[in-house]
Each structure stands twice: as structure tokens, then as C-alpha cells.
């Protein structure tokens, strides 16, 4: 809408037709709500997830959200697919159990022992295996949090295997 002054103005607007004795409609009755700040709010906030959408999909980190409930596979960005030699399709709604990428299961234990106790990792260095069933090592960094009402574990892995052959 417009305001008086010609300021736009986006408003929420509920208008129904009165009817008078003749049953015909006299006038109208108009509820109106001023939304603009709800509107600037929305396109900030997908503004926002856009951003965080690219950056999420262009990282060279590899990046997973699994749920901490039963461990399945929400998210997995790009570089994460590269590091697994998964397609997505392979991955979401699966364990890293099922797809059998933990090369030690020790190391699985003590991962889930400190995130159960600390609720965020840093630097974990961890043996994995990819599908083609290369062993390598990651380094993993990842925090619980909550998403639309579900713990959920957010995962940073950083291929080092290179880096760790170069140091023996």
C-alpha cells in the first residue's frame, strides 16, 4: 500500500463485503497490519541463508549434519562427498557405521565419549575409509547443536593424510 506521504508500505489485509437490507453488499469492513518490518526481516533472513548456503556448499572442508539420536546422515556438503567417494544419495539417512567409514572403532568410541561429555570436538585426528576402501586420516572438528528440535551434530573434517605421511 501507500501511505500519505507515498512512502510503500507492504500490509496484511483482511476485507469483507457488509450487505444491507437488501442483502446486497453496502460496504466493507477492512482489518489491516502493517508488515513491512516483517517483510525486511524475512528477506534478511533469506538473504542470510543464501549466503550461508554457498559457503556451505563451496567449502574445500568437508561438512555433515547427522543426528545424534540414531546417527543418520541430514546433510553432507560437497567436499564431504569427495573425501567418502559417496554420491548423496548413498549417504543421507545412513550411518558412518552402516557406510563403515570409521577404519577404527576405538577412535569411534572416544569421539562419541568426548562429544557426549564436552558437546563439541576440535582437531580430532581420526582414521577413516572411503568407499573404494582407502584407509586416510581426517582431522575433525564438530559441535552439537539443535536443529528444528533435534540434536544434531555438525561435523568439519579436513582430509590430513598427506600431511601425516609427510611427518613419519
Known sequence: NRKKNGELFWEFAAISGVTGENGEIAHYIA??????????????LKESESRLSAVYNASPIGITVSSVADGKMREINDAALRLYGYARDEVIGRTAAELGTYANPAQRMELVQRLREHGSIEHFPLDFRSKNGEVGVMELSGRVIELQGEQCLVAMMLDVTERMRADK
Open 31 to 44: 482489518v489491516k497490519e502493517d508488515i513491512t518490518e516483517r517483510k525486511r526481516t524475512e528477506g534478511a
